[in-house]
């Protein structure tokens, strides 16, 4: 606790950084698909509350930075709708105004007027923006750097394991787990961590035979170094590959930007199975995390970064790279996460769309309202569930339970 307490400067400035490059990212999709299709914006800001720093530009768009570095968001013009999506009695009103101020044809200016397709393209692009951000920020890492594949050669085999109980033998090579091919031995552990009590079929390769060995990875209590203490999916092996067996792989524009989004895409499906299970109660759900935890995260990951370094030029390679690879990460969550369909987020607005797609009309303002509070609730019911899971992860409540005893 007392290490959180004097790490923490540390962890607000690179939470910070990354927050601030994934949320600009993430509305800039917004308003540039908005702008691309003729939308008039009255502000562009990056942090909520009382404006820092505020500027406009020859379009007359505001563009603000907030004193709350925790969001953002793109506000159109005439969108003073709670959930940004007005009724029918409220588009008629909106219309009459635009129309008696400006005539009908600027009515094509404005979002609420526009067809629902282009209206939905412009709610997709944030979500998008930020898929396309970690992309882009792994295909730049796998460029500059290559990665190095340690093959999944079985060398270590932990007593009363699931991969004991399964047959595996020292020397196995792993070829493959549910079908999916395993081309290292970070690939095990990414298939492993979240099946705790499902039986994967994985594909072995044991001397000049091929067999299948079907193991039931245990759920164990992990302390690792970054994400802090969860529970995973364990099938208790190590690898024994030789040096001569490791390789490092190189790669030019197109086969990163491949490779960057199989990377994404799994981290996506991963997510969703990972939620699926937790909902179903069958993990635990002390992998979610809050705004603390991802601070946390993102300073230790930094800090990592740094040590070590000979020289201040090195140090600050290490905390950059390090930095990218994490924020391509949360690009990935915070894009997958602004889908879903609760009305607060992106994925509500679709929900509400494809209702006014089958309806002809959008919902009642009534309707829309209570599905706003709802969504609402429904977040910030989820942030506080993460957010105490990273209380218990830090010990903070052990520790103020200390001075309470």
């Not at 606790?1 to 939470?15: D, E, K, R």
């Not at 067999?211 to 164990?220: D, M, Y």
């Not at 950059?320 to 969550?333: C, E, G, P, R």
């Not at 209702?355 to 002809?360: G, P, S």
């Amino acid at each position: 606790m007392l290490g959180f307490l004097q790490a923490a400067p540390l962890y607000a400035l690179a939470f910070l950084l990354v927050v601030g490059l994934l949320v600009t990212i993430h509305e800039l999709g917004h308003f540039l698909v908005a702008k691309w299709l003729g939308t008039a914006i009255d502000r562009f800001s990056i942090g909520f509350g009382r404006a820092l720093l505020s500027w406009r530009d020859r379009s007359g768009v505001e563009w603000r930075v907030g004193w709350l570095p925790l969001g953002g968001y793109v506000r159109f013009a005439g969108d003073e709708n709670a959930s940004s999506i007005p009724d029918e009695a409220e588009l008629a009103e909106l219309r009459r105004t635009i129309a008696d101020s400006e005539g009908p044809q600027a009515l094509r200016r404005y979002f609420h007027f526009k067809p629902i397709w282009q209206r939905s393209l412009i709610v997709i692009a944030g979500p998008a923006a930020n898929f396309l951000l970690a992309i882009a920020l792994f295909a730049g890492l796998l460029m500059v750097f290559g990665r190095e594949l340690i093959p999944a050669r079985v060398g270590l085999i932990q007593p009363n394991s699931a991969a004991a109980a399964a047959g595996f033998q020292k020397g196995d090579l792993i070829l493959a787990a549910d079908g999916r091919a395993i081309e290292d031995f970070d690939a095990v552990k990414q298939v492993v961590a979240f099946r705790a009590g499902v039986p994967i079929d994985f594909l072995v390769q044991r001397g000049q035979r091929q067999l299948h060995l079907i193991a039931t990875p245990k759920s164990e209590l992990v302390n690792d170094p970054v994400a802090g203490a969860q529970h995973e999916g364990m099938l208790g092996i190590g690898t024994a590959a030789s040096l001569s067996e490791i390789r490092h792989v190189h790669y030019g524009p197109v086969p990163a930007v491949a490779e960057a989004t199989t990377r994404t895409w799994r981290m996506v499906t991963t997510t969703v199975y990972y939620l699926g299970r937790m909902l179903t109660g069958q993990v635990s759900a002390d992998g979610l995390r809050g705004p603390l935890g991802l601070a946390s995260a993102t300073g230790k990951v930094a800090a990592l970064g740094a040590e070590g370094a000979p020289t201040v030029g090195a140090m600050l390679v290490g905390v950059s790279v390090n930095l990218i690879q994490i924020a391509a990460t949360i690009s990935v969550s915070l894009g997958f996460m602004n889908l879903l369909p609760l009305p607060v987020l992106d994925g509500g607005h679709l929900l509400f769309y494809a209702y006014e797609a089958v309806a002809r009309r959008p919902l009642a303002a009534k309707v829309q309202a209570a599905g706003y509070r709802m969504g609402l609730a429904l977040v910030l019911g989820l942030m506080l569930f993460a957010t105490w899971n990273d209380l218990q992860r830090q010990h903070v409540l052990t520790f103020l339970g200390g001075f309470s005893s």
